[in-house]
């Protein structure tokens, strides 16, 4: 599932629009809100992700890897910039 956001035609308004069926998802009132909202479902997957990892990396001792925090701190800060662009 992939969400962008566009202006509504007069501008006051944001628009959350589906990108596989072009379909509305939602209206946002405050159109600085857009980018947060369009990014929900990064954001979730982002989230999920680095769950599953650090579980798994504690699982084997891995979680104070530096490696490891690098490379997770990289997934959620590209979710994070998609969120406030």
Do not use: H
């Not at 992939?2 to 944001?14: D, F, I, L, P």
């Not at 379909?23 to 997957?45: I, R």
């Amino acid at each position: 599932m992939a969400w962008y956001a566009k202006q509504s035609a007069g501008g006051r308004q944001g628009l959350v629009i589906d990108e596989e069926t072009g379909q509305n998802v939602a209206v946002v009132y405050d159109p600085k809100d857009t980018p947060l909202l369009s990014a929900a479902p990064k954001l979730l997957e982002a989230c999920k992700a680095v769950s599953e990892r650090l579980d798994y990396a504690g699982n084997f001792g891995m979680a104070g890897d530096p490696e490891c925090k690098r490379a997770l701190m990289a997934y959620l800060n590209d979710a994070i910039a998609e969120a406030t662009k």
